[in-house]
């Protein structure tokens, strides 16, 4: 089975995804002479699928002007839909994960550079439709291109979600013309059949993620391809004007919001917090109170926490290697332990998680094998350590996974 080929009736918009879905067992580059692609917006038209249609295929394109090296889509299926397959581009170097939830497909140009541009069919999806209840299949593309650096950088876009139904379901209970579809409502339902096989989808607004912080201050740093995943996943926030502050200093109650809003956030603390100078009801209070009933962090003494005191290097590996013990973490060692030369300056509290997290390669020192443990961790540096923490904990969305 080809993978690419020219569209007879595509339609191109910059910036857009479009799925082309067939009928199981036609040829995915082939339709009956009938068939007409009808171009629809997946807000306004569901897809009705006919009952004797079981498998079909998505084939999934994208265009855009800007060159770039590789594009990932996270797919998630309802309970009704089966991932069977999928092939990518023969250009790409194919990637597939899937983590309970998730499929993650995609891939990277072999070339090591930003090559694609234009109008590209990225992939091909096998799908398996069973029973008659409505499903839906929700896809987060990313497309990735080579900075200034050579590094891979991944710019998310908006989740789109198409929803496929059977004749006669809740959602189309009237016939072909009282499909809802989208969170828009309204439309002509469009029809999988026989004599409808080759249905092209423009799903529209493929545009950077909303709400995603476009920070002024991180272009070309080393951790910006971190600290846009976890600002898409809403683990990180900037500071102000627009800015992450990279290279700023992180304070005791910021990493604590940070981790909390990934692995306690909405999770109630069990008490009121005791310490004489934290703030009832400020921002920090759930985060800190929820971190410290489950023994992730401690203050300085029972009445002092130092919420807006610098966080030091030293004190956020002793952090980590209790969140990864509190959440059952196999930090397997990745590295030989070697000695930082300023290893006589860790505190004695500090040393084992210090080398847990330098053989778990979560952490390295500054050059010349220097940790600095008594430095301030910076927001860059804290971004990458939680980008990996959550990586290997299985909490990172495949659709902001940072390429390797």
Same mark, same amino acid.
């Given at each position: ?18 799925? =082309? ?13 009938? &068939? ?15 009952? !004797?249609?079981?498998? $079909? ?69 096998? =799908? ?42 809740? %959602? ?32 529209? +607004?493929?545009?950077?993620? %909303? ?8 272009? *070309? ?6 600290? @846009? ?46 310490? *004489? +100078? ?20 401690? *203050?300085?003494?029972?009445? !002092?926490? *130092?919420?807006? +005191? ?28 070697? %000695? $930082? ?32 443990? @008594? ?7 804290? &971004?990458?350590? @939680? ?9 990172? +969305? ?7």
């Amino acid at each position: 089975m080809r993978v690419l080929r020219k569209s007879r009736h595509a339609v191109c918009i910059a910036l857009s995804f479009v799925l =082309l879905v067939c009928m199981a067992g036609l040829p995915v580059n082939a339709a009956p002479s009938n &068939a007409e692609a009808a171009p629809i917006n997946v807000e306004t038209a569901p897809i009705n699928v006919e009952t !004797a249609l079981t498998e $079909f295929t998505v084939t999934i394109s994208l265009t855009e002007k800007e060159k770039y090296a590789g594009v990932e889509m996270s797919v998630e299926l309802s309970d009704g839909i089966k991932y069977v397959s999928h092939e990518m581009e023969p250009s790409f170097t194919s990637l597939y994960q899937y983590n309970g939830t998730r499929h993650l497909i995609g891939g990277m140009t072999t070339e090591g550079k930003n090559v694609f541009s234009g109008k590209l069919e990225v992939g091909v999806l096998k =799908l398996n439709y069973q029973g008659n209840a409505n499903e839906t299949i929700s896809i987060s593309p990313a497309v990735s291109r080579y900075d200034g650096d050579g590094k891979p950088v991944s710019t998310p876009k908006k989740e789109q979600t198409i929803q496929i139904s059977r004749p006669g379901s809740e %959602a189309n209970p009237g016939g072909e013309n009282s499909g809802t579809g989208g969170s828009s409502g309204g439309g002509k339902t469009i029809i999988l059949d026989e004599q409808n096989a080759n249905i092209e989808i423009v799903l529209d +607004d493929a545009v950077p993620l %909303a709400g995603l912080p476009s920070f002024t201050d991180i272009s *070309g740093h080393w951790a910006e391809s971190y600290i @846009l995943s976890l600002a898409a996943q809403q683990v990180v926030s900037g500071v102000r004007n627009g800015k992450f502050s990279p290279n700023g200093k992180l304070t005791r109650a910021e990493f604590v919001q940070m981790f909390y809003n990934a692995f306690g956030s909405g999770a109630q603390p069990a008490g009121p917090l005791t310490f *004489g +100078d934290t703030v009832p009801g400020g921002w920090y209070t759930n985060a800190i109170a929820w971190a410290t009933d489950n023994g992730i962090v401690t *203050g300085y003494t029972e009445k !002092a926490f *130092g919420p807006n +005191d610098p966080i030091r290097r030293q004190d956020i590996t002793v952090i980590m290697s209790r969140l990864a013990s509190t959440f059952d973490m196999d930090l397997k060692a990745g590295q030989k332990q070697a %000695a $930082f030369a300023d290893d006589q300056l860790i505190g004695g509290y500090a040393k084992a998680a210090v080398y847990q997290m330098q053989s778990a390669s979560i952490i390295a020192g500054k050059g010349n094998n220097i940790f600095d443990p @008594l430095g301030n961790t910076t927001r860059a540096e804290a &971004a990458k350590i @939680l980008y990996i923490i959550l990586e290997k904990a299985g909490k990172i +969305d495949p659709a902001y996974t940072i390429p390797s």
